[in-house]
């Protein structure tokens, strides 16, 4: 067996340190050629000394610069890259065969589409990039012949409920629809007043599982649900009818295949990120994870539907699949304009569904053929937002 040669963009965030602890426990399957992060230095300093890829890129210069006098110094052989077209040169070159996409919003976009029209296995954590540009990625995949292998927990359970050889299409296959499961977050039993008061730091303290900051936030506003839901569409080719939500507080089941049969097929598991990781860095192989075996013994699991009044960032999602075009583009560009600026405590958390709202009423007909056109309509949608932001 020859070793995988990875790829891991936004090596430094939760879904990095995660796979990299994976990667860890199996020193004769993977190789690291590639590591990168946007800032953190001290940590993708470490990272480098532990698993010695052959460049490590920093999307700041200054960052960059640090991290090579600190790699120098420590004798590291590792090269230092910068910027973004530095993301895009480790996610294509040659020695590489799988990509870990794991930079945090529309910002992965460009680096993640380049390693799928590169023909990599792609491990895809990086929802945006479905999200702002799901037709163009599934063409782009088709046509380099990438592999494709979800890392967001719902994805993956439902790629481990469906046939092996499933081809997106439902009635061939006999499934009926897609049940992606949702913790509901933090405020899941909170009344629509007390959801206005939250606070950025009770917005990040999610009930089960430990993320990135805007993923938390976006846990909490159902908002991750509305881009799974887009990112399902894409993935399995599913129609918007044939995706069902429902809430799951205990996270232990992380989604479900519904079969013509009345079969419903469901991963479980611990909540724990490095078990969806570790089934697409080996696969088809089954490898250690280091996770909790899951104990089912004196445990309740409960489901219950939605609720859209209190949490409207899920309908949002659903009338972006609705509208079609770059309606997605345009509601991803506002959620991460809105989700920054609750981060930093400059607006409300209800203000984030009603900038969303805002963006897509006035950008409904954006174009969205090109990469260019969607860029265009993420673009537009940002200044939108931060100008409607500033204004109430
Ligand atoms: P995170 O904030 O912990 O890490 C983000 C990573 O991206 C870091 O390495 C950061 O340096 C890098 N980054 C940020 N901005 C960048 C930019 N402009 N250019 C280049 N790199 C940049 O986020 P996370 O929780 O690891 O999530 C990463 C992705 O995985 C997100 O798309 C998220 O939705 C998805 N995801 C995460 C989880 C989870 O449990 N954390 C689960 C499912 C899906
Ligand atoms: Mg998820």
């Known amino acids: 067996m020859s070793a995988r040669v990875l790829t891991v963009l936004g090596a430094t965030g939760t ?11 199996h020193p004769a399957r993977f190789e690291i050629f590639a590591l ?5 230095v001290e940590r993708l300093f470490e990272q480098c000394v532990q698993h010695r890829p052959r460049y490590a890129v920093m999307l700041a210069s200054v960052a ?35 990509v870990m996409a794991a930079i945090v919003g529309a910002a992965g976009l460009p680096a993640t589409l380049a390693a799928a029209a590169a023909g990599k296995r792609i491990l895809l954590a990086n929802k945006e990039t479905l999200v702002v540009a799901g037709q163009l990625f599934m063409d782009a995949i088709a046509a380099s012949g990438a592999e494709l292998l979800p890392i967001d927990s719902e994805h993956n359970a439902i790629f481990q409920a469906l046939p092996r050889d499933f081809n997106g299409d439902f009635q061939q296959a006999g499934v009926k629809a897609l049940w992606l499961t ?15 008061e939250v606070t ?95 104990d089912l013994l004196n445990r309740s699991l409960t489901f219950e539907e939605p609720d859209h009044a209190r949490f409207p960032c899920l309908q949002l999602a659903f009338e972006a699949l609705a509208v079609g075009g770059a309606a997605a583009a345009v509601l991803n560009a506002a959620n991460e304009v809105a989700v920054a600026q609750f981060l930093d405590g400059a607006i409300a958390f209800p203000a984030i569904p009603a900038s969303i709202a805002h963006a897509m009423s006035k950008l409904a007909d954006a174009p969205a053929g090109t990469l260019e056109c969607l860029l265009d309509a993420d673009r537009r949608a940002r200044v939108l937002t931060e100008q409607f932001l500033a204004k109430n």
Do not use: C
């Open 200 to 294: 950025p730091a009770q917005a990040v303290a999610h009930p089960n599982w430990v993320m990135g900051k805007k993923i938390s936030v976006d846990s909490a506003s159902m908002m991750n649900k509305g881009l799974e839901v887009i990112e399902a569409r894409w993935l399995f080719n599913a129609h918007a009818a044939q995706i069902k939500v429902v809430v799951h507080p205990q996270s232990i089941v992380h989604s479900m295949v519904e079969y013509a049969d009345g079969s419903v097929i469901a991963q479980m598991g611990t909540p724990d990120m490095r078990t969806p990781i570790a089934h697409a860095l080996g696969f088809p192989a089954r490898i250690d994870a280091g996770v909790s075996p899951l």
């Open 64 to 98: 960059a610069a640090e991290l090579r006098a600190r790699l120098k110094q420590a004798s590291v052989a590792t090269e230092v890259l910068e910027g973004e077209a530095a993301l895009i040169e480790v996610a294509t070159a040659a020695e590489v065969d799988t």
């Open 15 to 25: 879904i990095g340190v995660n796979t990299l602890d994976v990667v860890a426990r």
């Open 36 to 40: 990168t992060g946007a800032t953190q």
């Open 182 to 196: 949702a913790s509901g977050g933090p405020f899941r039993q909170l009344s629509a007043a007390q959801i206005a």
